[in-house]
């Protein structure tokens, strides 16, 4: 079957897809975008969330046909998904219509995973929350970071202010077999205390 | 080459100038958080094809046959190969002893046993085709645990065995036997005031890195193969490939890929040789990745065990004795279990001064899945079962369980039940002391202000309680407990082995800037090895720009990343090489400009800031000047001091390289009418000898705390007596989430040992020892329960 959705911005049809393939297959396998990650396929990890429509979701358990007209976002868009919402505008549609919001079929074109100028990402413009994960150690083997940042994203955006309580409630369903959460809870009170920062600092 | 997502380079540029001791960040955590890092699941290759394995449902079976030929025909298929289609007379590996089939003939010994595999363009068409293949099973009787495994008529899981351990067991089916003897144990079992024994017993941990084992093997034109690889030591799987496929080591090229974690269940190899199979067979790149339920039959488990404890003691508080039996379940083959029976015997006795000894420790083989190396490596085992009994001593002598620990303590200078003396610091006491005087986290924390949990405006937040959002008690029949836990581990690998490292370090002037590269086989599995080999290279050459070469075969082997090892001994192997680079700069500059400066000749010279300086800060010329368009390149192997076997009749000998130590107190809530537990807070003190990178150690020490944890109150694999089994998967088999897990404060000592570089100690492997006794001894303090096994389960709480 064919199917056509957005993806970080992007428009995106693809072809050939089986029925049964889910959508964290294709966006790993047919799109080239292998940041959601596969540590169990059966939603327990949380290792593949995406934002579907601005829902986290995992993207295990949606099937590629459910997201016919939708739009998602990954880890691989998130830098961009997070300075379109801090300049009031919307990088997937997911905050607002997207018929009015999305990108441009020119812009979409010209649209690369980031950092697409380093092979060692030196260059690449971060969100707050990527920033925060690597400067608080919250990173070890990775696997379950980009997951983590596409969670922790929607809570700080959903919640600016969140309690250590809060944000375990919303991490919960990501798991970490490396750090022991202790540097992820940090990493998200410090990416929270800056977008407080930054957003006081713009007068918004 | 077609190969469009490979392992890169790493390298940091300036705004990092961190050398040792600094909390530098990681080299690769920008490509980690943006996606772009390449795991072994994300290798890609055009007109790849995906492997899938065809595993045994029975635990033990003969096999009557095998047809492939309705798999051969669904479209999409490349290949199916069986134990016929294997290309030498090589058919088996193993780490130790080569007793692991690539693929099953004629018996399997364990369910998940791989006995055929298909290659196909879609991975669901290899699931299929593998469905079809028909294997006529005929099953056999099972062998599950001590009885059974050395009952006269067992069946043996290995006849005609003859690995070098087979001549000194009792019995076929028990892979190694360490017995430890040191003293008297009778005689000063009746100096004895009071004696303590107990029956423990130990579940099946798994490793569940998160990474599924994976990667991609590509067919090469000269007959060779290159495999991108998660693994935890390249040339250890190179080893045991190479001859399964018939090719020459140099024309199986490895490369190591991102791996998603380890924890010891990448020590054996898993797809390794399948995917060469499959490539080499089709001529096309074949990619295998696990799926969650595929990956807990593709790795070996933590040794599940049974140890049976006695110890003694005077009035005083004096431990007189220990005496110990342990059996640690190896499961179908062996993997590690001989150095795992090496470690649970030699560090069965704990960090405490105990002369004399009665010590056992065996490892069967049974039809249950094989075990191998897990953080902890047989020292998990052994100190959940030492820090009970010292709990049950403490509470018949009538005295603190703490202090009873310090009075017993080892320092530096005690002598081991091996005849091996303790020769660094063994802050036992002390990190015993400096757990018990954090202070301990507020009473009934669940009452908050604004009630924001589940039932908002009662005041209560059950995120804080047992049950947490199941909102199953508002503090009802919850009851609070506190424990302690201290343990040994040693570091590095042990008994004689040739533990070594190898790196080679290259010093060139790139973009007029002074650059050191670094090239290690070492696997860096997410402890953050990388981050450490640029700090030495900063401290020991003095240049900011490092690049890490990705892992590979190319170089010569790094030995494992595990056993708490690779700062250690790949660290001291960069910096070996870099003190060695370093002379062959000065030489260098000597030659060049020794004539201008007498220092040159007179002064101790040192790399500073791009720079060659005397050792009083003088600057004698800018690196850049000395090396010019000239490149130092130097690949050089480093040794630590060695180490001997143990006697295999009374276990004597000088068998380890370094011990580390970690202490552990842990605060829990049971709700006593549901069973359920909340692990309030999980405080840790660890000596770490010098912390290279404060950070990563700190992230080192929590997460091993966490998965001590997990195998408390949650973590096991269950295996039927049929040998099944039962709980394949995140739904079943339950490893701690940010809910469950507590805040981890952790307080680092650094007394250096001196036979180490820079003092450093291991750290990754103390803080899963201690964490899981803790936690058991906190909750047998909150519910007075003798639980004598883990993991504690609900119905062991509520006797239901």
């Known amino acids: 079957m064919r199917v056509n959705f957005t993806v970080n911005g992007r428009p995106y049809e693809a072809d050939d897809v089986w029925e049964g393939e889910s959508l964290l297959y294709v966006l790993r396998e047919r799109m080239g975008l292998p940041g959601s990650k596969n540590a169990c396929e059966q939603g327990e990890c949380g290792s593949c969330t995406v934002r579907l429509d601005g829902d986290p979701v995992c993207a295990c358990l949606v099937a590629a046909g459910q997201v016919e007209g939708r739009d998602v976002v990954t880890v691989e868009g998130l830098a961009d998904y997070a300075r379109q919402r801090a300049a009031g505008g919307c990088a997937s549609g997911a905050c607002g219509d997207a018929k009015n919001t999305g990108t441009s079929v020119d812009a979409a074109q010209r649209w690369e995973a980031r950092p697409a100028d380093s092979q060692t990402g030196e260059a690449a413009e971060l969100s707050t929350v990527q920033q925060a994960f690597i400067d608080a150690g919250a990173v070890q083997c990775g696997f379950c970071t980009p997951g983590l940042l596409v969670a922790a994203d929607e809570l700080i955006e959903r919640n600016p202010e969140p309690s250590d309580a809060d944000i375990r409630e919303a991490l919960s369903g990501n798991l970490c077999r490396c750090t022991g959460y202790e540097k992820i809870l940090d990493a998200v009170r410090l990416a929270a205390a800056r977008e407080e920062t930054q957003t006081a600092g713009t007068g918004a | 080459m077609g190969v469009t997502r490979t392992p890169t380079s790493l390298s940091q540029g300036s705004q990092t100038r961190g050398g040792i001791g600094e909390s530098t960040l990681r080299p690769d955590g920008t490509l980690k958080v943006t996606g772009e890092f390449a795991y072994s699941s994300d290798m890609w290759h055009e007109d790849m094809l995906w492997g899938f394995t065809l595993r045994s449902p029975h635990a033990h079976a003969e096999i009557r046959s095998v047809d492939t030929s309705e798999a051969w025909k669904q479209a999409g298929v490349y290949a199916v190969l069986t134990y016929d289609d294997l290309p030498t007379e090589v058919k088996n590996y193993g780490l130790e002893i080569q007793d692991t089939p690539v693929l099953a003939h004629g018996r399997v010994r364990h369910h ?240 405490y001064v105990i002369d004399d000894v009665d010590i056992e420790a065996i490892a069967l083989y049974t039809n249950n899945p094989p075990c191998g190396a897990m953080r902890g490596f047989g020292a998990v085992q052994a100190c959940f079962a030492y820090e009970a009994q010292m709990d049950k001593l403490a509470a018949e002598l009538g005295m603190d369980a703490v202090e009873f620990r310090q009075l017993n303590a080892m320092s530096q200078g005690t002598v081991m039940p091996t005849g091996q003396e303790v020769d660094s610091p063994a802050p036992v006491a002390e990190i015993l002391r400096r757990v018990k005087s954090m202070p301990l986290p507020p009473e009934r924390q669940w009452e908050s202000a604004e009630g924001t949990g589940a039932v908002a405006g009662t005041g209560i937040d059950v995120r804080a309680l047992p049950g947490g959002l199941s909102n199953t008690t508002h503090g009802e029949g919850v009851v609070r407990g506190v424990g302690y836990a201290v343990g040994i581990k040693n570091v590095g690998f042990s008994e004689g082995f040739d533990d070594y490292s190898t790196a080679r370090v290259r010093l060139e002037v790139v973009g007029g800037k002074p650059v050191a590269m670094v090239h290690t086989a070492m696997a860096e599995v997410g402890q953050g090895g990388v981050t450490v080999h640029a700090q030495i290279a900063r401290t020991e050459l003095g240049v900011t720009d490092v690049t890490i070469h990705p892992a590979d075969t190319q170089v010569g082997s790094a030995g494992s990343t595990s056993a708490s090892r690779q700062t250690y001994v790949t660290g001291g192997a960069v910096k070996n090489t870099c003190e060695l680079v370093r002379e062959k700069v000065l030489e260098i500059g000597r030659a060049k400009f020794g004539t201008y400066h007498p220092a040159w000749a007179t002064a101790e010279l040192l790399l500073e800031g791009g720079k060659v300086v005397t050792d009083g800060g003088e600057v004698l010329a800018p690196l850049t000047d000395v090396l010019e368009d000239q490149a130092v390149d130097i690949e050089s192997e480093w040794r630590h001091r060695p180490t001997e076997p143990f006697d295999l009749r009374t276990g004597q000998g000088f068998g380890h390289v370094q011990y580390s130590f970690a202490a552990h107190r842990a605060v829990v809530e049971v709700d006593t009418e549901l069973g359920l537990v909340k692990v309030v807070e999980l405080a840790c003190a660890q000596d770490v000898g010098k912390a290279l990178n404060p950070q990563s150690v700190i992230g080192q020490i929590q997460g091993g705390t966490t998965q001590g944890l997990g195998l408390a109150v949650m973590e096991e694999i269950v295996v039927g007596e049929d040998g099944k089994v039962r709980n394949p998967s995140f739904t079943d088999y339950l490893i701690p989430t940010i809910l469950d897990t507590p805040t981890i404060p952790v307080d680092v000592l650094e007394l250096a040992d001196e036979h180490a570089p820079y003092g450093l100690r291991g750290v990754g492997e103390a803080p899963t020892l201690s964490s899981t006794p803790a936690v058991l001894s906190a909750i047998r303090a909150a519910t007075g329960l003798a639980l004598n096994r883990v993991p504690v389960r609900p119905e062991h709480l509520t006797g239901t």
């Open chain 2, 112 to 351: 998940g046993e791989p006995v055929a595999l298909v290659a196909a363009d879609h991975p669901e068409t290899a699931r299929r085709a593998a469905a079809k293949i028909v294997v006529d099973y005929a099953p056999l009787p099972v062998v599950h645990d001590e009885a059974s495994a050395t009952a006269e008529d067992a069946p043996l899981l290995h006849p005609g065995r003859d690995d070098h351990h087979a001549s000194h067991v009792p019995h076929p089916n028990i892979v190694h036997r360490q017995p430890i003897v040191r003293g008297d144990a009778e005689a000063a079992r009746a100096r004895a005031d009071v004696i303590v024994s107990g029956e423990y017993e130990v579940g099946m941990q798994d490793q569940a890195f998160l990474g599924p084992e994976s990667g991609l093997a590509v067919p090469a034109e000269d007959g060779g193969v290159d495999l991108y690889i998660a693994t935890q030591w390249l040339h250890s799987d190179l080893r045991q490939i190479a001859p399964v496929l018939g090719l020459p080591e140099d024309k199986v090229r490895m490369t190591l890929s991102g791996v998603g974690g380890a924890f010891g269940g990448r020590e054996d190899l898993s797809m390794q040789i399948h995917a060469c199979l499959l490539a080499l067979r089709t001529g096309k790149p074949v990619k295998i990745v696990y799926n969650r339920f595929e990956s807990f039959f593709g790795h070996v488990h933590r040794h599940p065990a049974k140890l049976w404890y006695e110890h003694g003691a005077t009035r005083d508080g004096r431990i007189t004795h220990m005496k110990c039996r342990i059996v640690l379940d190896g499961g179908a083959y062996a993997s590690a279990s001989p150095a795992v029976v090496g470690n649970a015997s030699s560090l069965s006795v704990g960090p």
